[in-house]
């Protein structure tokens, strides 16, 4: 399975379309608390687990 990085990845988007693209995340980040929960729980929803 490819391998994706996800920087500033806001609310998950970009990381549900990669995500649907076959890659594995190995990592993601953004500078804002708030948006990283929201990232966080978006992807606990889809069933990832970190």
């Known amino acids: 399975m ?3 990085i996800d920087l500033f990845c ?3 988007g970009f990381s549900e379309g990669i ?7 190995v990592f993601s980040s ?3 608390i708030e948006v ?3 990232y966080t ?3 606990e ?3 990832i687990i970190e």
């Open 2 to 4: 490819p391998k994706a």
């Open 10 to 12: 806001g609310a998950g």
């Open 19 to 25: 995500l649907q693209s076959g890659f594995d995340i």
């Open 30 to 32: 953004d500078r804002s």
């Open 36 to 38: 990283m929960k929201t």
């Open 41 to 43: 729980d978006r992807h």
């Open 45 to 47: 929803q889809l069933g």
